[in-house]
């Protein structure tokens, strides 16, 4: 909990929930239990670019209304003053990203070029956006930790060796027989920096 490197997902993490990946999913006809991308991926060309033409037009629109999670700023600025590293890694798209953090008034403690969408790198949860910022960052993955609220935020720091930070109010019972684990799970980010704050500063 005092690494060097910290390695955020935004949505539903750094800002409030909002997306309902379940009428999307419904909309564009993929079965509720499939991610996303993965569900398009043996789609056309042509009607898989469709189907991602609606799914930015959704992504912009709760970007505009995004709002920071809670305990957010107090963590940022806790880790920012103690020399940490900041960066994201979304499955969203890396600009509709920045847009969200401005709008939530987060992109002051982020580099942009430290924010990798799903064009940036096999999305998550392959662990490729992870270790291409620890290469750019010259941080081995035993100093870093990967904070998401979700399975693939998990899966993506398992699959990149780092440390694994689950942040949500209430794990569903079927993650608990997950075949990922995670290394620590809190309800909110005031939790984060609680447990931050009590692991004192590193040697």
Do not use: Y
Request: hydrophobic share 45%; glycine share 10%; aromatic share 6%.
């Amino acid at each position: 909990m005092r690494a060097r490197a910290w390695i955020f997902d935004l949505d539903g993490t750094l800002t409030v929930a909002s997306h309902d990946f379940a009428a999307m999913k419904r909309s564009l006809g993929l079965p509720v239990d499939q991610p996303i991308l993965e569900g398009l991926a043996p789609w056309s060309p042509a009607d898989r670019a469709e189907a991602f033409a609606r799914i930015e037009a959704w992504e912009w629109d709760h970007a505009a209304t995004a709002r920071p999670a809670p305990g957010a700023h107090a963590l940022l600025d806790a880790l920012r003053d103690d020399g940490a590293v900041l960066g994201i890694v979304t499955r969203n798209l890396a600009p509709i990203a920045w847009h969200t953090l401005e709008v939530i008034g987060l992109q002051r403690w982020f580099d942009r070029t430290h924010v990798l969408g799903r064009t940036c790198a096999a999305p998550k949860p392959a662990g490729d956006g992870l270790r291409r910022l620890l290469d750019r960052w010259g941080h081995a993955p035993a100093d870093a930790v990967m904070v998401g609220d979700g399975l693939h935020d998990v899966g993506a720091g398992r699959a990149a060796g780092v440390t694994t930070v689950l942040v949500r109010d209430a794990v569903p019972p079927t993650w608990h027989g997950a075949e990922v684990g995670w290394d620590h799970h809190h309800r909110d980010l005031h939790g984060v920096l609680d447990a931050w704050v009590a692991a004192g500063r590193p040697a």
